[in-house]
C-alpha cells in the first residue's frame, strides 16, 4: 500500500521560509516523478512544482518561480519544498503527489499522478 505523508506546514510571517517534506513508502521512490500543488479556499487546487526521477528536470508554476525550490533524496525516499519570501497569497494546503508511471518527465497536470498526500497546511500572515 502506499502512503505519502507531507509535513512541515504551519504559521509565518510575509517573507519567512518553510520546508515542506513528502515521505513515500510503499512502492520504489526513485523512479517516479513527484509533484507540489496546493488549494486555497474557495479556489481550484493549483499546481506548484514537480521534479522528475533523478532530480535533473524541474518545473515550477510562475507564481512561486524564483521563490520555491523543489527537491528530492531518493535514498530517503523523501521530496522537499523549500518556500523562501513567503505571501499571504501562498496560503493554503500544500498537497504531494507521486505520478503512477515510472521515468516520465515532472508535469503540472493532477491527473498524472496517482498518489496524494492529505495535506499540509500553510498558513501566511501580513
Known amino acids: 500500500q502506499v502512503q505519502v505523508v507531507e509535513s512541515g506546514g504551519g504559521l509565518v510571517q510575509a517573507g519567512g521560509s518553510l520546508r515542506l517534506s513528502c515521505a513515500v513508502s510503499?512502492?520504489?521512490?526513485?523512479?517516479?516523478?513527484m509533484g507540489w500543488f496546493r488549494q486555497a479556499p474557495g479556489k481550484e487546487r493549483e499546481f506548484i512544482a514537480a521534479?522528475?526521477?533523478?532530480?535533473?528536470?524541474?518545473t515550477y508554476a510562475d507564481s512561486v518561480k524564483g521563490r520555491f525550490t523543489i527537491s528530492r533524496d531518493n535514498a530517503k525516499n523523501t521530496m522537499y519544498l523549500q518556500m523562501n519570501s513567503l505571501k499571504p497569497e501562498d496560503t493554503a494546503v500544500y498537497y504531494c503527489?507521486?505520478?503512477?508511471?515510472?521515468?516520465?518527465?515532472?508535469?503540472?497536470?493532477?491527473?498524472?499522478?496517482?498518489?496524494w498526500g492529505q495535506g499540509t497546511q500553510v498558513t501566511v500572515s501580513s
Open positions: 510503499g512502492r520504489t521512490f526513485g523512479i517516479y516523478a
Open positions: 521534479i522528475n526521477w533523478n532530480s535533473r528536470s524541474t
Open positions: 503527489a507521486a505520478d503512477r508511471t515510472p521515468f516520465l518527465p515532472p508535469s503540472g497536470r493532477g491527473n498524472q499522478y496517482d498518489y
